[in-house]
């Protein structure tokens, strides 16, 4: 006779066990692909006089972007390579008016050069206010600070409010200027969002 009560077999717990480690495996990947952003981190050269900056992959070691930054007393300008200082120019930025004009003076719009596209693209990016520009697929986007108490940041989205990308300023740090996250909606446009993020921390201080 076959008891109606009792322990559950060992069997019926296994395929419990199973499923269950199947289930957090899914719903970890489910996660992992909603939060695959690629991360930049940006380091200052030099310090905060220096005029040039590096830019690492996630690993903080693989060098992804070199920036070669000069400046005047009217003007600023760079260069990003893509790996080291003598790789491939990936877009050239200026600008007439450094960071610490004086409040009265109107400072110009900097001007973004992209060359890295089949086809020279320049536009350019206010220096205040709202910092839209246009990617690479025509539509419109735009930086803004979303800075807190113990935090800040700026935010680059599209017109529906998708944010694409963030840029985490790191605060009292002598060499490291930042981090950049590049959400799944922004990366195939990494190279306008380096270089827009860039054009509007330089000079970083």
């Not at 007439?96 to 900097?110: N, S, V």
């Not at 735009?142 to 700026?154: D, P, Q, T, Y």
Request: a positive charge.
């Amino acid at each position: 006779m076959i008891p109606t009560h009792g322990p559950t077999p060992p069997l019926l717990h296994l395929k419990f066990i199973i499923l269950l480690v199947y289930s957090l495996r899914s719903l970890a990947r489910l996660m992992t692909s909603a939060t695959n952003h690629f991360s930049f981190h940006v380091y200052r050269v030099g310090g905060l006089l220096g005029d040039d900056k590096v830019i690492k992959a996630d690993d903080r070691t693989t060098l992804l972007y070199y920036l070669k930054g000069s400046r005047t007393s009217t003007q600023w300008q760079f260069t990003l390579h893509a790996g080291s200082q003598a790789g491939i120019a990936v877009c050239h930025v200026s600008s007439l008016c450094l960071a610490q004009c004086a409040a009265e003076y109107a400072p110009g719009p900097i001007v973004i050069t992209m060359l890295s596209t089949p086809r020279q693209v320049q536009f350019p990016l206010p220096s205040t206010g709202d910092r839209s520009f246009k990617g690479p697929d025509g539509k419109t986007y735009h930086w803004k600070s979303n800075a807190g108490l113990l935090r800040s940041e700026m935010q680059c989205s599209d017109l529906k409010g998708v944010v694409v990308a963030t840029y985490r300023i790191t605060m009292m740090a002598v060499s490291k200027d930042g981090e950049l996250r590049i959400n799944p909606p922004g990366q195939f446009m990494v190279d306008f969002l380096v270089a827009t993020v860039l054009a509007m921390r330089t000079p970083s201080y």
